[in-house]
């Protein structure tokens, strides 16, 4: 079997895989949400498109491509976070090959080549075509705007290859931050160093070069990708075979903690200690909550000792976001760490109900992180205090109780330490994904309706009623959640043992 049958036959098992997966069903009719989203989305980046076109137009400092090229690293800093959502590391494609005789970086290969034929790539062809064909295509002709499309494309599939790199050293290590912090920092090295202009105008060569087709330009973008194509196909097959051959054997924890504190909340106190204790010893809970901790300290801190958030709209949305964040990455999940030890929890009557409680009392406490940070902003006028505290009880109301409705629809095992070889990292759960954008979305939507009719101070007495409504009521729609768990149990529990 040569390379380009193997490359054939393991994407053929890929689309399998994903229809063979737990949530592929209950995935059908959320994706349908999401496509009609990313129409929305699409729309929008034509009407940037046109935008950009208008003023590239009316430009007399600049032709069309150098304003475009100018732009160029905002854009792949921005292409570069939003991968974060989409493009996957090589889960699905390395520990069910090892033990057959196929070269051996077959299965890292078709990774890596299927990435750059994604459809994730394909984005930003809905701003470059428009925008091309509005400035170049009348004016500088076919062959001219096929080479502005085609040279912006192969730098997107270049970012899709750095992305790629240092996601995979992320899940090794937080400290690799400093990677892409560096390289996309260099981008904007010429601003720091002289002016805006010094920066525009060095990547607005690129673009004339790209438009009269200069052979240094694709020479240099294919050099950079086949350096990326093989640094990943490196790095990537040694993190995988590690990972996947690691032994848990002789692994001894330093320190166990007793969290003796939470005894006097019975059982419900050792729901609580099981949930710190995986979050200390499990990097697939750890570090989450590291990176939402950290994003909410840093968001707080943003918001309240600068004016960056000082409009109106946009002080409403970043003040729900901190809260929301803090504990929202984690309770999303909710169900997918148990997935790994079900069957346990399964022996004893109300064990998921009181599971549950445990959750939902812990990340009601991490609320008070976020509330404490921001107090400086009621003694320097920008909010109140009863703004905060309408946001936290609205947030550990109407916000968790959405979030824990996935308990009933989460059914795969999120592994608890095997980041680039499981099972659980194949398939993004779309339910969970349109109940985040929900959660992010919803309340400042019900701000500002609210605000239209009623004063600030009435709208966040409404929210603060609802929000302590949800919250003293947490026992009445938790206990109709475990029941329609229950309901499910035996499904899910198929779908947590298959996905492990």
Same mark, same amino acid.
């Given at each position: 079997?040569?390379?380009?049958?193997?490359?054939?036959?393991?994407?053929?098992?890929?689309?399998?895989?994903?229809?063979?997966?737990?949530?592929?069903?209950?995935?059908?009719?959320?994706?349908?949400?999401?496509?009609?989203?990313?129409?929305?989305?699409?729309?929008?980046?034509?009407?940037?498109?046109?935008?950009?076109?208008?003023?590239?137009?009316?430009?007399?400092?600049? *032709?069309?491509?150098?304003?475009?090229? /100018?732009?160029?690293?905002?854009?792949?800093?921005?292409?570069?976070?939003?991968?974060?959502? /989409?493009?996957?590391?090589?889960?699905?494609?390395?520990?069910?090959?090892?033990?057959?005789?196929?070269?051996?970086?077959?299965?890292?290969?078709?990774?890596?080549?299927?990435?750059?034929?994604?459809?994730?790539?394909?984005?930003?062809?809905?701003?470059?075509?428009?925008?091309?064909?509005?400035?170049?295509?009348?004016?500088?002709?076919?062959?001219?705007?096929?080479?502005?499309?085609?040279?912006?494309?192969?730098?997107?599939?270049?970012?899709?290859?750095?992305?790629?790199?240092?996601?995979?050293?992320?899940?090794?290590?937080?400290?690799?931050?400093?990677?892409?912090?560096?390289?996309?920092?260099?981008?904007?090295?010429?601003?720091?160093?002289?002016?805006?202009?010094?920066?525009?105008?060095?990547?607005?060569?690129? /673009?004339?070069?790209?438009?009269?087709?200069?052979?240094?330009?694709?020479?240099?973008?294919?050099?950079?990708?086949?350096?990326?194509?093989?640094?990943?196909?490196?790095?990537?097959?040694?993190?995988?075979?590690?990972?996947?051959?690691?032994?848990?054997?002789?692994?001894?924890?330093?320190?166990?903690?007793?969290?003796?504190?939470?005894?006097?909340?019975?059982?419900?106190?050792?729901?609580?200690?099981?949930?710190?204790?995986?979050?200390?010893?499990?990097?697939?809970?750890?570090?989450?909550?590291?990176?939402?901790?950290?994003?909410?300290?840093?968001?707080?801190?943003?918001?309240?000792?600068?004016?960056?958030?000082?409009?109106?709209?946009?002080?409403?949305?970043?003040?729900?976001?901190?809260?929301?964040?803090?504990?929202?990455?984690?309770?999303?999940?909710?169900?997918?760490?148990?997935?790994?030890?079900?069957?346990?929890?399964?022996?004893?009557?109300?064990?998921?109900?009181?599971?549950?409680?445990?959750?939902?009392?812990?990340?009601?406490?991490?609320?008070?992180?976020?509330?404490?940070?921001?107090?400086?902003?009621?003694?320097?006028?920008?909010?109140?205090?009863?703004?905060?505290?309408?946001?936290?009880?609205?947030?550990?109301?109407?916000?968790?109780?959405?979030?824990?409705?996935?308990?009933?629809?989460?059914?795969?095992?999120?592994?608890?330490?095997?980041?680039?070889?499981?099972?659980?990292?194949?398939?993004?759960?779309?339910?969970?994904?349109?109940?985040?954008?929900?959660?992010?979305?919803?309340?400042?939507?019900?701000?500002?309706?609210?605000?239209?009719?009623?004063?600030?101070?009435? *709208?966040?007495?409404?929210?603060?009623?609802?929000?302590?409504?949800?919250?003293?009521?947490?026992?009445?729609?938790?206990?109709?959640?475990?029941?329609?768990?229950?309901?499910?149990?035996?499904?899910?529990?198929?779908?947590?043992?298959?996905?492990?």
């Amino acid at each position: 079997m040569n390379r380009i049958e193997i490359f054939k036959t393991l994407r053929r098992h890929i689309k399998l895989s994903e229809k063979r997966s737990a949530v592929y069903e209950q995935n059908k009719t959320s994706k349908i949400i999401i496509y009609v989203l990313a129409g929305f989305m699409i729309l929008y980046m034509i009407f940037l498109a046109v935008m950009f076109a208008f003023i590239a137009n009316t430009s007399r400092t600049s *032709t069309p491509a150098e304003f475009f090229f /100018g732009l160029l690293p905002f854009i792949l800093v921005i292409d570069f976070l939003f991968r974060f959502m /989409g493009q996957r590391t090589p889960a699905q494609l390395f520990k069910p090959y090892q033990l057959l005789p196929l070269p051996r970086y077959a299965c890292v290969e078709t990774f890596i080549l299927s990435s750059i034929v994604s459809e994730n790539n394909l984005v930003w062809l809905a701003v470059t075509i428009p925008y091309a064909f509005l400035t170049l295509f009348f004016s500088s002709g076919f062959f001219a705007t096929l080479g502005f499309i085609i040279v912006f494309q192969l730098i997107i599939i270049l970012n899709s290859q750095n992305y790629m790199l240092w996601r995979t050293l992320i899940t090794r290590s937080a400290l690799s931050w400093i990677g892409p912090v560096l390289i996309y920092g260099a981008l904007f090295l010429p601003w720091v160093i002289k002016d805006f202009d010094t920066m525009f105008d060095a990547f607005g060569a690129i /673009g004339e070069a790209a438009v009269n087709w200069s052979p240094l330009v694709f020479i240099g973008i294919f050099a950079l990708l086949a350096v990326y194509f093989f640094i990943n196909r490196k790095l990537q097959y040694k993190f995988t075979w590690q990972e996947s051959n690691e032994s848990e054997s002789g692994k001894q924890l330093n320190k166990v903690w007793q969290f003796g504190q939470l005894d006097r909340f019975g059982i419900i106190g050792e729901y609580i200690k099981l949930e710190i204790k995986s979050i200390i010893r499990n990097k697939n809970m750890r570090y989450p909550f590291i990176y939402s901790t950290v994003f909410t300290v840093f968001l707080s801190v943003i918001i309240s000792y600068t004016d960056i958030y000082d409009g109106a709209f946009v002080s409403k949305f970043f003040i729900v976001y901190v809260f929301i964040i803090n504990g929202g990455m984690l309770l999303i999940k909710i169900m997918g760490a148990e997935g790994n030890y079900i069957d346990a929890l399964m022996v004893h009557k109300e064990n998921i109900l009181n599971l549950m409680k445990g959750k939902y009392f812990f990340y009601c406490a991490l609320l008070l992180v976020p509330f404490v940070i921001m107090i400086p902003t009621i003694f320097m006028g920008k909010y109140t205090l009863l703004m905060l505290i309408s946001l936290a009880a609205f947030t550990a109301g109407p916000v968790f109780f959405m979030f824990m409705q996935m308990a009933v629809w989460n059914k795969q095992t999120i592994p608890l330490n095997s980041k680039l070889v499981a099972k659980g990292n194949v398939e993004t759960n779309w339910f969970a994904v349109i109940a985040e954008m929900l959660a992010m979305f919803a309340p400042v939507i019900i701000i500002s309706v609210l605000s239209v009719f009623f004063s600030e101070t009435t *709208t966040f007495i409404i929210l603060l009623l609802i929000g302590l409504a949800f919250i003293c009521l947490n026992h009445v729609w938790m206990k109709n959640i475990y029941n329609r768990f229950m309901k499910r149990r035996y499904e899910n529990m198929e779908s947590f043992r298959a996905t492990r």
